[in-house]
């Protein structure tokens, strides 16, 4: 007799029609989209998603840029280039360490104008660079 006292309630769990069935009846639907209390918030974009926002590229500083702490970055890619702050688009220009200048692609990346760089492989070597130090380097287009 407790069997089965025990084995009711998980019977009627299993039912589909069961009185106790958490699920709604099956007239009720979804509200349309659009409605709710909810429907006249927007989504909001991200700054710079706009295409009236984007400000097309101004012509690249030239001259001296400033100066940067560079270290090693991704010694797999090939080439000559420094990924730093001070420029905002791609191009080419000069960086300098202790009175040896290298040309090498400048590259842009998001941060204050002070906070660091990294340079090649091939551009630390050809500056005289210590690899595993953090020199301050020139930069200038």
């Known amino acids: 007799m407790t069997r089965l006292i025990l084995l009711t309630p998980l019977l009627l769990a299993a039912c589909a029609d069961s009185p106790f069935s958490l699920r709604g009846s099956p007239t009720e639907t979804a509200a349309?989209?659009?409605?709710?209390p909810l429907a006249a918030v927007r989504p909001q974009g991200r700054p710079g998603d706009d295409p009236k926002e984007v400000a097309t590229p101004s012509a690249p500083a030239t001259g001296t840029l400033g100066t940067t702490i560079a270290s090693l970055g991704n010694a797999a890619e090939p080439g000559v280039w420094l990924r730093t702050p001070l420029v905002r688009v791609r191009a080419p220009g000069q960086v300098s360490y202790q009175g040896q200048s290298?040309?090498?692609?400048?590259?842009?990346?998001?941060?204050e104008p002070g906070s660091g760089s990294r340079a090649s492989l091939q551009l630390m070597q050809a500056l005289g660079a210590p690899l595993t130090g953090l020199p301050e380097v020139a930069v200038s287009r």
């Not at 349309?32 to 709710?36: D, E, H, S």
């Open 102 to 111: 290298v040309e090498a692609e400048l590259i842009p990346i998001p941060g």
């Open 32 to 36: 349309p989209a659009g409605t709710g």
